[in-house]
Each structure stands twice: as C-alpha cells, then as structure tokens.
C-alpha cells in the first residue's frame, strides 16, 4: 500500500499473504477437485485400493475415505475443510465417506461455471440450500423403503451391499453374519430406544496368523493375556469373577512419607506389615470364594501365592475399557478396594472361561451367551490385511446399526442420485429467476455417483449414464435403476439386492452441499495470520 | 521523498524517527482505510466470508468483523485503533463490528479532505462531536420505534437480520425461532429492583459435527459436554439432586514438598488408610445429604466410583468452572469450594444442593452429553450446533452468540430502527438539512459527516453487485421526501432491497437492527475517528540493537 508521498505505509504485518476476490473463489474450487480426484478410484465394487506410506514409513493399505484422507497433508485451507467433511461422515454414519467427497467436489465444481458467469455467490448458495432441502425430502418419502430390523435377511442385503466395495467382499457372508451378530450382541433396549454402542462394548481383537475364514464373534471378551502363575487353572466352568482395579501388592501413600529407622528390628517389622497388607487384601478376595480375579493393576508375587493356594485363577494388568467389557458380560461390579468387596460384587453371568493359546500368543475367553457385549475376533495372513478388514468391519458394523436405528432404505449403485437428480431437475422448472440454474447443477453434481461407479469399472460412461437418465425418464416407476458396479451396466437394484441405510445417502447429500455452501462463501483468504491464542470463539467477556 | 525526520533527530535523546503534520495524517487514514477494505465485503445480506489461515495451517472462516481483524497481525498503530474499535463494539454490542470499521474508516477519509483545504482538525473534531450528538438524538426520537408495536415477530426479525449476513443465513427461520426462544428462556428478573436481565451467557452453545445446520437443537435445560465418570452409573435420574463440587475426589495428598517422617512403621499403614478414608468421609457426607448427582470440576479417584455406583449416583469428573457456575445458578444448588464450615468441621448440608426434574446423558454424533432439565431455581437454555465440519460449527457458533446478543440488546433495551441502510440514510438527508443552519466552520464537518454514514448503504449495494449511486440517490430521495412532508413521514422506513435492487419500507419487511446498537456504533465510530485525526506526530523508537533497512524506507 502506498500512502500520501510514496511512502509505504504497512499496515498488516509483513509475513501475511492475501489473496482475494475471484482468484480465491477458483483456487478452492480447484483443491476440493483435487482432493476430490484422489479417492475418486475407491468408489463402488470395483475399488481399488490405496497404498498409503507415512514419513515413518508405515504402510496403509485402504479404499476407506476417511482412511486414506487422514494421511495425506494438504497446504490448501479449503482441502482441509473438505478432508473434515470425510471424519464428519466417518463418525457419524460410519460409512459413505469416499461418496461424500467425490460429491462435495462435484457441488463445487459445478459452482465455478455460475461464478465465471458473475451469478453472485449468495444466489448460489440459495439455490444449492434449496435443492438440498427437496432432495432430503424426496429421499425420505419417495425414494426410500422401510424395513422390519428384525428380519435378517433384509439386513444382509444391506451390508452385503456396502461390504460390496471393500476388500472383505470375497468373504461376504462372512462379513455379514460377524456384523449382524455383534450389532445384535450389543443392543441393548433402554426404555424403548435402542442403544447401540460399538465404540465401547464391540472390541474388535487382531489376531495375525490363521486365514480370514477363522474370524468370528465372540460373546464375550477376548484377551491377549495369561495367567499370572501358570499352576492356575486355565478353564473355568460358570466362574464367579471379582473385578478390581487396584493393586495387589505394597504400595506407599500419595503423601511424601519417609520412615526412619533406628532400631534393627524395625526393618523386619516394616516387611512383615507389608505382608500382612498383602495377606489382609488376599484374605478378604478368598473369603467370597471367586475363581477369577481380574484387577487393572499389579499382582505382587506374594499376593499370586496366596491366591493361587485358594485356587484363584488371576490376571493383572487389564485396560480399563476391557474391564468395563467384562463387568457387563459376567455382570460384576468393578471395585477399588478389596474391603469394600461384597457379595453383591461378584459376577455369576459368564459360562465359561477359557485361556488358548493361537500362535505364540496367549488367549483369555470370557464367554456367556447372554451378554450385551462382544468381541470380533479377526484373523488373516498379515498386519495390514486384518487392519483394512477392521476397517471394512467398522464400516459394516455401522451400517447396521444405523439400518436398526433408522430402519430405511435407498437403492444403491447409485439409482438414487440419479432418482434424485431426474426430479430436481424437473422441480427446477418451476423455479424463477437465476436460481434455476445452480439448482440444477446441484441435480447434474448428484449424477457424478453413477458416472464414477460406471468410469470405476471400465464402462462406456455416456452410454451407460444417458441410458440411466432415459430410464428415470421413463416413468416414476423406474427409480431403483442404477448402475451395477462390476459390470457397469444399468440393472433394478431391487434385483440385484442393493441397499443402502438411508441415514447414510442422507448425511452425504447434507454435509457434500453444506460445505461446499461454506466454502462458496469465501471470497478472501488471509493467511500467516497470528497463532489464535486459545479461546478463538467469540464468547468473551460480556458485561452482565 | 519527504523526510520529516531528519530535522528533529538530533533533538531527540534516543536515535528514532519522527513523522509530523499531514504527512502523518494521511498514513494514518490510509491505513485505516485499508483495514476498512478488508472488512468491506463481509458486510450485509450477501455479503461473503473470509478464510483466515494462521502459521500452522488452523482455519477459520467467519463473516464477523472483529474476528477476521482480531485474526490479523495488524502493525499499523492508526490501524490498530480500528481493531480495537471492533472488539469495544462487540464487547458492548455484539454485533455490528463490521460496519462500525467502515463508518470510522468513511469518517476519517473525509476529515483527511477537509484538513487537506487547511480546516483546523480542531475544527472537524468539533464538527463530528456535534454531528454525532445530533445524529444519535435524531435517531432516538424520529428513527426508532419500540419493539411492542410489533411483538414477538419483531424479537425474531432482529435476529434474522443480524443472521441474514452469516453462514446461518439460508436457515434463517429456523435458528431465529431458536436463538429468540433460547434468549427467553435464561430470562431473569432481578427480585430487588425489578429488573429483567436476559445473561446469555448463561447460554450453553456447544458444537458436535455431524447430520446438518437444520438439526441443530435448542434443550430446554443445560447440556454439559461430559459424561458421567464410569459406567456402573446410571445414564438417567429423574428428580435429581446436584452437588456442585469445586475440588477433587481424590485421595487426600499432602502438598509438595510436605513429607511426613515416622518412626513407627506402623503408623505408615496408618497414613495410607487415612488418605483413603478422608475422601470417603466426603463423599458419604455428600450422599448423605441426599445428593445423587455429584458434578465436580475437579477429578474423581476410581475407588470412589463404586461409592457413588453402589448409591446409584451419577458422577461427573472435570466439568468446566463456568459450566459449574452456571448450573448452580439454574439449580439453586451453591458451588462448594470445600466442605470445611466455619468451625473447621467437614460438613455438607442439604440446602447446598440444587434440583433438576432429570438428568440423563444423551449421545449425539460420536460424543456423549450430559442434560440437565427441569431446573428449578432459573430455566436454563443451551444450544447444540451441528454442521459438516468443524471450521462451519466455530462460524456457527459467532453468528448464533452475535444473534443472541442482539435479541438480548432488543429486549433490554426495547427499541429498534429499520436496517438496510435506513437510518443512515435519514441521518443523512437529516444531518444535511442540519448543516445548513449552522454558519460556522463546523458547518463542513457535518455535512462530511453525514456523507460518511452513506458509507454503509453505498457498501451494501456494492457487495450485492447493484449499481450503488443508483440505489442510494434514490433512497434519499425517499427520505428527503419522508422528513420534509409530515404527510408522506411512513417513508422514513426507506432501506435497500438487496435481493431485487429496489428500495422498500424495510419496517414492513422485518429488517430490524437494536437502536441501541447504531447509536453506539456510531457513537464509537466518531470516537475512534476523533482519536486518531488529532494525532499529528507519530514518534517511532528505534529497536535497542540497530538493524538496517527499516520498512520506512527513507
């Protein structure tokens, strides 16, 4: 900035960079394309995979979204937003994360021919608002199908069809029934609503070695543990367990304590009260009589001794999450001191424990089959395989849950995008004015679905994609033809079964054009500003 | 090159450079003025959104002025008067950062003009110190209207006004409803004077990504964003005593550096069982009070979990101090800093308990969140937002809180005027007509005073692409007509249309501003500018260790 004189006159700080206007506008268009393109190829079945390697050196093998997003750094602020958007799907449907973003680039690119032709920017972001809003209400009333949750068959259908993308899909089945089976493990019924927690009662345990074949569900806990003296015994029939969480050896106070010795027999006598503590803790566990000790902590060897006299099988050392699991399948109460144990404490639900050993490692099963939580126990033939079938897993997992939780359905392969577009664009008709146009941009950005899943597998796009378009065209009727994936031709997809949870499709549709409103709304980009020092938020200090 | 320094510099103790008279004079302005630029175009219904991207690479998009400027690394001292212009208005106000920098902005450029022609800065500070004071009475007794001739509805206009220019701004109906019924809710009247107060502060606004702007949720009651301690605890308490805590449940500690020296090692033990029982003592002193939900902003030891499990209590760890301060208040229940009582005994008295109809613990995305309802002493009101990703929530979050600061500044205050350029446009035509009755000098302020206001419907236009000298001739035409016929005065309420480019009666169609709000920023605005136009030296200091090529360029 030049001021009166030709002195220049500098007014923001000189390590800041800014860029605004039109050229803003293109360069995050530009980077949601970009990112958008590089997980372009990990939609529909015929997916490829990602390698990805960190500065590490550690390798990730993935076509999850989220997954292969998560690694990659990217410098351009509006690449970040979009990189948000797929840990948004990710956490809150689980699933649908490489949709979300290949959609929210289409939503922008779609943007840059209106803003080339100075439509302002906020009449854009009208329109797109506005289309969004009929498209959720076309997908919840017309497009969709309800389901009974009860009926397994149908919800297999559902996860196959998400399953149907992933690496896991050569075990389907498989696949299918480990998701069905732990989601039904862990619902529980809370006064009508259903609870659904996978984050905290459905431990998913890898196991390398084996094939995939041998994964399955275990009613139970699993744990990569052994027992703390091998004479313990190693299978219990209907145990009574007592949970702690606190040590079974000597531990000194919280406070500095210092103790001085002046006498010779005083060091005996300090040894012999930490036997007595030790002896005073084992003797209050024996008298309830259990058979397995869990506690969260250490086990002295001395406290091992006692216990193993009584016939107490013990493990030590044990994740506070692990033992929430376990106080909810042997339904015992975790205590912190062995004084305060009572009778009530003691778990009776688990019906067997067992410790195997699978390969080099120990095993420890605590099974019952009427328990609300669960472990997936995962086998393959390396790290990486078992890390993506995890997340393949997970993504399975959700899709049931939010398939129990919101019982619809859309078609998959893309039929409702397309669904969707063909009556957006009909809708956007009837509306007056500038609008009509990015409107119907938004119905054109829902067709880059079926276009990606048809570009995926090597079909014949435009043939493929008009043909689709005819067939919407055609009649109403005709709004579960989409795009089948591994051939890329265009099938009913109440025939060939695919299904996606409408809370998904929805979620993708909403957070795709929400952030490609916000993006469209910047119009300056300011960067090196200062570090915001804390509370950036504008909740300050407000006179009362 | 001019080179104001080179004359004072052997005068002056210390090696710095000195700039004087205009010279200093128009750095200042255009310095302000290009603070100004930056803000410009978030300003109004369509106006857009900056991208603020510090060192590290965090990203903030926001609308509201005084975040992008306080965002900014601003070096120039004029310039930073204007930042902190800003942040007073939105300390005070809350809302209308944005046009408060370019009013002040407008008012120094023509105040630079008018000292240019060798008017005395004297003179113009006279002049704008009059224009303001007649603006701000004018704007009170002719411009402004109270908020009963409309009601509720104009409570929620208000709010969408402020909305209309934010990220929340396709939803405005929705949030408006929220953000006014949420202001109602924390009302409080004052049993002494009175008084009714609206603290939304006491307003919880918190973010979870996920689902959509369109499901965020008002809850009548107070969402915590914790969860209770471990999982024995039950998720749901219905008729809930709440125990507000403000130290730890932890096992007693001496002090650092404190050691306790035995020589009996039975003692040793002793010491140990005694840190255990001392914090068993308090919590079965706070469950005998009938406590059954503990919130504490300190830690909660495991072993005494199971004392609250067994009790069938719900304990929360590590809420935040505010949070606690704020369910006291809505509970009834006091914020015990520690059991202690005057005669050094612990103790812990039912009164000292606050009661809620039910609290339960509600998962919403991938978080869990604790919701007080049915509290008795106050209602209570938070506001969960949701969106895509976590730079759209934080600009949710600013454009709400801006939006409850003005429905709390409309209710308190009880007056609004008409937005969209209206009252600056009347002060305008006002101020003119003002200017001509006085036969001083001051006569020139004024008049670039009321030049300087139509800063903000010529920008409003501008942003909306509309020609600008088009719509603002005509507007004030509209409110020349207004005040020179007594007749035709309905035409007062003359502001812009941005969305057809056409001038409408903006009293009809609900675009409200706070009165409160334009008078004090206009009242600012005329303050930062005085601030600055009396400046006429700027002394800049060497830094202790020389260093060469100093930006001044000289």
Redesign the interface.
Same mark, same amino acid.
């Given at each position: 900035m030049m001021g009166a004189g030709g002195q220049p006159i500098i007014v923001l700080s000189q390590g800041t960079k800014r860029e605004s206007g039109h050229h803003v506008q293109i360069g995050n268009i530009t980077a949601c394309k970009t990112i958008a393109d590089v997980i372009r190829t990990s939609l529909g079945p015929r997916a490829m995979l990602k390698m990805l390697m960190d500065p590490m050196g550690g390798i990730v093998m993935t076509n999850d979204g989220n997954a292969i997003l998560r690694e990659i750094t990217v410098k351009h602020p509006a690449a970040k937003s979009m990189i948000d958007i797929a840990r948004t799907q990710d956490e809150e449907t689980g699933d649908g994360t490489t949709s979300v973003i290949v959609l929210a680039g289409e939503v922008m690119s779609q943007a840059q021919q209106f803003l080339e032709q100075k439509i302002h920017p906020t009449i854009i972001i009208q329109a797109y608002r506005a289309a969004l809003e009929e498209a959720i209400k076309l997908a919840e009333e017309k497009y969709s199908r309800a389901i009974d949750v009860n009926n397994d068959e149908e919800i297999k259908t559902v996860v196959r069809s998400c399953l149907g993308t992933k690496m896991i899909s050569k075990w389907m089945d498989l696949a299918v029934d480990i998701a069905l089976n732990a989601v039904k493990t862990i619902r529980v019924d809370k006064g009508g609503v259903n609870e659904i927690d996978i984050k905290r009662y459905c431990r998913i345990e890898k196991i390398p070695g084996g094939t995939i074949e041998d994964c399955k569900v275990i009613k139970g806990v699993i744990l990569n543990k052994d027992v703390v003296h091998a004479k313990m015994r190693r299978r219990i029939e209907n145990p009574r367990v007592a949970l702690l969480d606190c040590n079974l050896e000597y531990k000194k106070g919280e406070s500095q304590t210092s103790l001085e010795i002046v006498r010779e027999e005083d060091i005996s006598k300090i040894l012999e009260q930490e036997e007595i503590v030790i002896r005073k803790q084992c003797d209050e566990i024996i008298a309830l009589k259990p058979d397995l000790v869990f506690t969260e902590k250490g086990v002295s060897d001395l406290a091992q001794h006692f216990l193993l006299k009584a016939g107490i099988t013990v493990l030590r050392r044990l994740k506070k999450t692990d033992n929430n699991r376990l106080a909810r399948v042997c339904g015992a109460r975790i205590v912190n001191d062995t004084c305060d144990l009572r009778e009530e404490d003691i778990g009776t639900a688990a019906e067997l424990f067992e410790i195997t050993k699978i390969g080099d490692e120990y095993y420890t099963y605590v099974t019952s089959s009427k328990t609300t939580a669960c472990t997936v126990c995962l086998r393959g033939p390396s790290k990486d395989v078992i890390n993506e079938v995890e997340r393949n897993l997970q993504d399975a997992l959700h899709v049931v849950r939010n398939v129990m939780l919101n019982p619809r359905l859309v078609p998959g392969g893309g039929a409702l995008e397309m669904a969707l577009a063909h009556a957006l664009v009909e809708k956007g008709k009837s509306i007056e004015g500038v609008r009509q146009f990015p409107y119907k941009a938004v119905a054109r950005s829902l067709e880059v679905i079926p276009r990606t899943l048809v570009q995926n597998c090597g079909g014949s796009t435009i043939r493929q994609l008009t043909a689709l378009r005819a067939k919407h065209a055609q009649s109403a009727d005709n709004w579960t033809w989409g795009i089948d994936g591994c051939s890329g031709k265009i099938v009913d997809m109440k025939e060939l079964g695919i299904w996606d949870p409408l809370s998904v499709r929805i979620q993708v549709l909403k957070t795709a054009v929400e952030t490609s409103v916000m993006l469209l709304r910047i119009d300056d980009i300011v960067s090196g500003t200062k570090k915001s020092s804390g509370g950036d938020g504008p909740v300050k200090e407000m006179p009362m | 090159?001019?080179q104001m320094a080179t004359g004072a510099e052997s005068i002056l103790a210390l090696t710095g450079r000195r700039t004087t008279g205009?010279?200093i004079r128009?750095?200042n302005v255009?310095?302000a003025v290009?603070?100004a630029n930056?803000v410009k175009?978030s300003l109004g219904?369509?106006g857009?959104?900056?991208?603020?991207?510090?060192?590290?690479?965090?990203?903030?998009?926001t609308?509201?002025g005084?975040?992008?400027l +306080?965002?900014?690394? @601003?070096?120039?001292p004029a310039?930073k008067v204007l930042v902190e212009l800003a942040q007073l208005q939105?300390?005070?106000v809350?809302d209308g950062t944005t046009s408060v920098v370019i009013v002040a902005a407008e008012l120094l450029k023509l105040g630079d003009e008018l000292i240019k022609n060798k008017l005395h800065p004297t003179t113009v500070i006279n002049g704008y110190r009059l224009a303001c004071k007649e603006a701000v009475k004018y704007l009170q007794e002719n411009l402004s209207f109270p908020v009963e001739e409309l009601g509720r509805q104009s409570l929620i206009n208000a709010a969408k006004t402020s909305m209309s220019s934010k990220?929340i701004?396709?939803?405005m109906d929705f949030f408006s409803e929220m953000v006014v019924e949420a202001t109602e809710l924390v009302k409080v009247t004052d049993s002494a004077t009175g008084k009714i107060?609206y603290?939304? +502060?006491a307003i919880n @606004?918190l973010k979870a990504?996920?689902?959509?702007?369109r499901e965020s949720m008002l809850i009548k009651g107070y969402a915590l964003n914790c969860t209770v301690a471990?999982?024995?605890m039950p998720?749901q308490i219905k008729d809930a005593k709440i125990a507000c805590l403000d130290f730890s449940l932890q096992?007693?500690?001496?002090h650092l550096?404190?050691?306790?020296?035995?020589?009996d090692?039975?003692k040793?033990?002793a010491?140990?069982r005694e840190?255990?029982d001392i914090v068993k003592r308090r919590i079965e002193k706070i469950l005998a009070a009938g406590a059954n939900v503990i919130l504490t902003s300190g830690g909660i030891?495991?072993?005494?979990?199971?004392m609250f499990?067994?009790a069938g209590a719900m304990g929360v760890r590590r809420c935040k101090k505010a949070d606690l301060k704020r369910i006291a208040k809505a509970t009834g229940a006091t914020l015990t800093c520690s059991l202690a009582n005057l005669e050094g005994e612990e103790t812990f008295d039912a009164t000292q308990l606050g009661h809620a109809d039910e609290i339960v613990q509600q998962?919403i995305?991938?978080d869990e969140l604790i919701i007080i309802r049915g509290t008795k002493a106050r209602t209570a009101s938070s506001i969960i937002l949701r969106?895509?990703?976590?730079?759209?929530l934080?600009?949710m979050?600013?454009s709400v809180?801006?939006s409850l600061?003005v429905v709390r500044r409309v209710l308190e205050s009880g007056r609004l005027v008409a937005g969209g350029g209206a009252v600056e446009a009347a002060l305008n035509v006002y101020l003119e007509a003002f200017a001509t009755t006085l036969s001083s000098r001051e006569q020139l302020a004024v008049a670039e005073f009321a030049q300087a206001l139509l800063v903000i419907p010529k920008t409003l236009s501008a942003n909306?692409?509309r020609d600008s000298t088009d719509l603002v001739a005509k507007l004030r035409a509209f409110h020349h007509k207004a005040q020179q016929n007594s007749k035709l005065s309905h035409l007062k309420w003359a502001g812009l249309d941005l969305e057809s480019g056409e001038v409408r009666d903006n009293k009809e169609a609900g675009i409200f501003e706070p009165a409160m709000s334009k008078v004090k920023s206009i009242k600012f605005a005329t303050e930062a500018a005085i601030t600055i136009l009396r400046i006429d030296d700027l002394i800049k200091l060497d830094k202790e260790e020389p260093r060469g090529g100093d930006?001044?360029?000289?």
């Open positions: - | 090159l001019i205009q010279s128009s750095q255009t310095a290009a603070i930056i175009s219904p369509v857009l959104d900056k991208m603020l991207v510090d060192d590290v690479g965090d990203v903030i998009i609308n509201d005084a975040t992008i +306080k965002q900014l690394e @601003v070096e120039h310039a939105d300390e005070e809350g990220i701004g396709p939803d107060t603290p939304i +502060k @606004v990504h996920g689902k959509s702007a471990c999982q024995g998720l096992k007693a500690k001496m550096g404190i050691s306790v020296v035995v020589d090692p039975v040793l033990e010491i140990r840190e255990f030891d495991d072993l005494c979990l199971k499990t067994e998962r995305s991938d969106g895509a990703n976590d730079t759209m934080d600009e979050e600013r809180h801006d600061c909306a692409a930006q001044c360029g000289a």
